[in-house]
Nanobody
């Protein structure tokens, strides 16, 4: 069974930065696309960034220029560097493989941005 563990969240002020980490215990990690998702209270979970096995990133418009996704295949880890944080970035952040290869969800990591 694959386990996903996210970490790095916290409480920051508007304009602050956080770096999230996601370790996924899948033997095929280096060949998989992974994404960072977030879910705010009352909202659906949304994909905010993804990265291919070759390291090519993609971002939703609302985070372009502020978030950077990266990966370390040797550590089976995906990172999300979040800069210039805004209150609307407040959510629980998760990482996973996009459909149809979605794995069991981890517990996520809470990011709270105060105004």
């Amino acid at each position: 069974q694959v386990h996903i563990v996210e970490s790095g969240g916290g409480l920051v002020q508007t304009g602050g930065s956080l770096r999230l980490s996601c370790v996924a215990s899948t033997i095929t990690f280096s060949t998989n696309v992974f994404g960072w998702y977030r879910q705010a209270p009352g909202n659906q979970r949304e994909l905010v960034a993804s990265i291919t096995s070759a390291g090519s990133p993609g971002y939703v418009d609302s985070v372009k220029g502020r978030f950077t996704i990266s990966r370390d295949n040797a550590k089976k880890t995906v990172y999300l560097q979040m800069n210039s944080l805004k209150p609307e970035d407040t959510a629980v952040y998760y990482c996973n493989r996009p459909p149809p290869y979605t794995l069991d969800w981890g517990q996520g990591t809470q990011v709270t941005v105060s105004s």
